[in-house]
């Protein structure tokens, strides 16, 4: 189902919904292995890079086969990285904002969840799967 257009292409909900939810499972993956390494004896920052790289690296399969129905390649896969870039800055400056203006570096970066989820999402469409 579409709604609105965006960019002049229809905006699908349900391919943002399956995004998301995408982006939910892979924030459980890369947490879930991150506590199993620490419970295991791992270092903190070992676990937070394995959880990392594990999670980014779902990431990008899911949002590759399911979300947009492409296949994999190292063009894309290089963008994908690009739009990973992109969005941690777009984090670390609002988180900066927050820090600056409100003394609340949280709020920096729930400001900025949906910030990079929307960004994350159209570039998938029309850059990164294009």
Known sequence: MTDAKMGGAPFDRRQFAVFLAGGALCALIDIGLMQLLLSLGAHH???ASAGFGAGLMVNYVFHTRVT???STSATN???YLAV???NY???LACVALAA???DNPLAGKLLSLPLVAINGY???KHWIYA
Do not use: E, N, P
Request: overall charge positive.
């Open 77 to 79: 896969f290089a963008r």
């Open 122 to 124: 159209l570039l998938g």
């Open 100 to 102: 600056a203006f409100l």
């Open 45 to 47: 920052a070992a676990a």
């Open 68 to 70: 947009f129905g492409a």
């Open 89 to 91: 800055l777009i984090t």
């Open 84 to 86: 990973i870039a992109v």
